[in-house]
C-alpha cells in the first residue's frame, strides 16, 4: 500500500497555529468582503477549523482566509466552537472514567464487607437460659448460623468473667463435629470468645452448642446449621 504524503495528513494544531500567528488580529477588519467574493461555503470553514480536511486541500483556501475578514471571522468562531466541544468531550470522558473507578471501588468494598459479613456469625447467650449438662432447655429456640462460616463471635451469658473457654458443637446424639479454645474478654459491658471455625463439610440440621469455661460444666444451646 502506498504511503500518504504530508500533504495528505489532516491540517495539524501546530501547522494550524502557525498559520493564525502569520495571519495577526488585524486581518479582522483590514479586508472586508461584502460581497463574500470568492468566499467557501460554511461547511469548508468548519473541516478546517475542526482538523477534519487534510493540509492539501485546506492549503487552496488559506490564501484567502489572508485576504477575507469576514472568513476569517467565522472561522475563528468556528475554531472556538471546536475546542470548546473538544473540551467538553474530554470532561466528559474523563468524568465517566471517573464515575466507573468510583463505582468498582464501591463495588469491591462492598463485595468484600458481604463475605466478612457472611463469614462471621454472632452467637448471643448473654439472654439464654443456661443449661448445665449435655442437654439444652427444650422451650429455647435455636440459635442458627450458615456452614460457610469462618468465625463465631459468642456472647457469654450475663455475670460470665473474662479467662479461657471452651466451645464445641457435637450432634444430638453426643458426637463432637467442632472443639475449639479462646480466651474471653470484656468489652463494652459483653464478655465475648472469638473462635476461628470450620463447618463446609457439615450436613445442614440441628446440632448443640457447648461452652464453659475452662475446668467447668458444659453449658449447652440449641444449634441450627443452615
Known amino acids: 500500500m502506498k504511503r500518504g504524503t504530508l500533504s495528505d495528513k489532516p ?13 495577526g488580529r488585524g486581518l479582522l477588519k483590514e479586508f472586508p468582503n461584502p460581497e463574500r467574493t470568492g468566499c467557501p461555503g460554511s461547511d469548508v470553514l468548519r473541516r478546517i477549523a ?39 468531550t474530554l470532561l466528559a470522558v474523563a468524568a465517566s472514567i471517573l464515575v466507573v473507578a468510583t463505582a468498582g471501588t464501591w463495588w469491591v468494598i462492598r463485595t468484600q464487607n458481604v463475605i466478612r459479613f457472611a463469614q462471621s456469625a454472632v452467637l448471643d447467650l448473654r439472654n439464654r437460659s443456661v443449661a448445665r449438662g ?4 427444650p422451650t429455647e429456640p435455636p440459635l442458627e448460623i450458615r456452614r460457610n462460616v469462618a468465625r463465631m463471635d ?22 463432637s463435629l467442632l472443639t475449639t479454645s479462646a480466651i474471653a474478654k470484656l468489652n463494652d459491658d459483653i464478655t465475648s470468645v472469638q473462635v476461628a471455625v470450620s463447618l463446609s463439610s457439615a450436613r445442614p440440621g440441628r446440632y448443640i452448642l457447648q461452652v464453659r ?10 444449634l441450627v446449621l443452615r
Open 11 to 23: 491540517y495539524s494544531a501546530k501547522q494550524e497555529k502557525r498559520a493564525l500567528d502569520a495571519l
Open 50 to 88: 475542526s482538523h477534519k480536511m487534510p493540509l492539501a486541500e485546506a492549503e487552496r483556501w488559506l490564501d484567502h482566509l489572508t485576504s477575507c475578514s469576514p472568513c476569517y471571522r467565522d472561522f475563528n468562531q468556528l475554531r472556538e466552537a471546536y475546542q470548546l466541544a473538544r473540551r467538553r
Open 213 to 222: 469455661k475452662a475446668g467447668s460444666e458444659w453449658n449447652s444451646y440449641p
Open 154 to 175: 459468642i456472647y457469654l451469658p450475663l455475670g460470665s468473667t473474662e479467662g479461657a473457654y471452651e466451645a464445641r458443637i457435637v450432634t444430638r446424639s453426643g458426637e
Open 134 to 137: 449435655s442437654e439444652p432447655v
